[in-house]
């Protein structure tokens, strides 16, 4: 690490040699910065796809298991329909038998009628006239059946109808949710697909990344061997040339808010090998205040109640030292 006086710093960093290597420094650090945001965003947009793909995914799998369900509703209502469909069957067969009895009967009642039309005898009119209306009880009885019947055969029917209508609605209803769970299934691979896509990305991004931290670390060795200094991440140092307690400090960055100063980057600042940039004071010739001679400001610094305000100043109660 060279000795320097402030004003041959000065001039080194007013230097074409410097300005070359803060410049290729500058563009490693951008390169740095952006590859390292864009590896941060590719993995977080990765991550968000991979959820996004998982939720697709299981509202597919709920999708493909309420189409199971309505295809076993569909099932269960076309076999209701055929149970009422046999029993429609079996019932027209019973209709059909008591038809055959009805018509029997009416046929007796139209001979009962004729004979009594046709007999002379008031004696065996008498008794033919009783064995009709016993016919004719016997066929309003049996003439109920029929229709009764008849009427259970038609509901049969019509319930075997709606549970027809009802088992293809089910199965029209299973199909469209298939349908759509395959579409979402198709969509989670497409996401799965784009997360694996950007993780690529974040990797080739992170390479990139890896290979502009390379690029700064063999800038900041050149630092070392071409300009003398001690080379670290955010200042390069060198030593003081008329005070061997003292270094300069020469910021890389811009930090507002870290430091006991507003930092700028290629500012120069003056430091102790006991605070080095802990605390840091303005350049200047000859030498510098130091802990050695007195000089209280970092540790007023550190304890005072706010950057800026020396202990007693502006405080309540506060006593100066």
Same mark, same amino acid.
């Given at each position: 690490?060279? *000795?320097?006086?402030?004003?041959?710093?000065?001039?080194?960093?007013? #230097?074409?040699?410097?300005?070359?290597?803060?410049?290729?420094?500058?563009?490693?650090?951008?390169?740095?910065?952006?590859?390292?945001?864009?590896?941060?965003?590719?993995? &977080?947009?990765?991550?968000?796809?991979?959820?996004?793909?998982?939720?697709?995914?299981?509202?597919?799998?709920?999708?493909? &298991?309420?189409?199971?369900?309505? $295809?076993?509703?569909?099932?269960?209502?076309?076999?209701?329909?055929?149970?009422?469909?046999?029993?429609?069957?079996?019932?027209?067969?019973?209709?059909?038998? /008591?038809?055959? %009895?009805?018509?029997?009967?009416?046929?007796?009642?139209?001979? &009962?009628?004729?004979?009594?039309?046709?007999?002379?005898?008031?004696?065996?009119?008498?008794?033919?006239?009783? /064995?009709?209306?016993?016919?004719?009880?016997?066929?309003? +009885?049996?003439?109920?059946?029929?229709?009764?019947?008849?009427?259970?055969?038609?509901?049969?029917?019509? *319930?075997?109808?709606? /549970?027809?209508?009802?088992?293809?609605?089910?199965?029209?209803? &299973?199909?469209?949710? %298939?349908? $759509?769970?395959? %579409?979402?299934?198709?969509?989670?691979?497409?996401?799965?697909?784009?997360?694996?896509?950007?993780?690529?990305?974040?990797?080739?991004?992170?390479?990139?990344?890896?290979?502009?931290?390379?690029?700064?670390?063999?800038?900041?060795?050149?630092?070392?061997?071409?300009?003398?200094?001690?080379?670290?991440?955010?200042?390069?140092?060198? %030593?003081?040339?008329?005070?061997?307690?003292? *270094?300069?400090?020469? *910021?890389?960055?811009?930090?507002?808010?870290?430091?006991?100063?507003? +930092?700028?980057?290629?500012?120069?600042?003056?430091?102790?090998?006991?605070? #080095? +940039?802990?605390?840091?004071?303005?350049?200047?010739? #000859?030498?510098?205040?130091?802990?050695?001679?007195?000089?209280?400001?970092?540790?007023?610094?550190?304890?005072?109640?706010? /950057?800026? +305000?020396?202990?007693?100043?502006? #405080?309540?109660?506060?006593?100066?030292?």
């Amino acid at each position: 690490m060279k *000795a320097l006086s402030l004003t041959e710093l000065r001039d080194l960093l007013q #230097g074409g040699t410097f300005a070359a290597w803060w410049a290729e420094l500058s563009r490693a650090h951008v390169e740095l910065r952006d590859a390292g945001a864009r590896h941060r965003e590719l993995l &977080s947009q990765a991550e968000l796809m991979d959820l996004r793909a998982e939720l697709v995914q299981r509202t597919a799998m709920d999708a493909f &298991s309420d189409g199971g369900l309505a $295809e076993e509703e569909a099932a269960r209502a076309a076999a209701r329909a055929q149970e009422l469909e046999n029993r429609a069957l079996t019932l027209v067969g019973h209709y059909e038998e /008591q038809r055959f %009895r009805t018509s029997d009967i009416w046929y007796r009642l139209g001979g &009962s009628e004729r004979s009594i039309e046709e007999s002379a005898d008031a004696v065996a009119r008498k008794a033919l006239e009783k /064995q009709l209306q016993a016919l004719q009880q016997e066929y309003a +009885v049996e003439d109920r059946k029929r229709d009764r019947l008849w009427a259970e055969v038609e509901e049969a029917w019509e *319930a075997a109808f709606e /549970q027809s209508l009802l088992a293809h609605e089910h199965t029209d209803r &299973s199909r469209r949710i %298939r349908k $759509e769970a395959e %579409r979402l299934f198709e969509e989670a691979e497409d996401r799965k697909q784009r997360s694996r896509q950007l993780r690529g990305e974040a990797e080739a991004a992170d390479r990139e990344r890896g290979a502009a931290g390379d690029r700064q670390a063999k800038l900041l060795e050149r630092a070392r061997h071409e300009l003398g200094c001690a080379a670290g991440e955010r200042f390069l140092y060198w %030593r003081h040339r008329e005070d061997k307690r003292a *270094a300069f400090a020469v *910021a890389l960055v811009d930090d507002a808010e870290a430091y006991n100063l507003p +930092v700028k980057a290629l500012s120069i600042y003056a430091v102790g090998p006991k605070r #080095g +940039v802990a605390f840091l004071e303005q350049p200047r010739e #000859g030498l510098a205040r130091t802990v050695e001679h007195g000089d209280r400001r970092f540790e007023e610094y550190l304890l005072g109640p706010r /950057q800026g +305000v020396r202990r007693g100043e502006g #405080g309540n109660g506060g006593t100066t030292p």
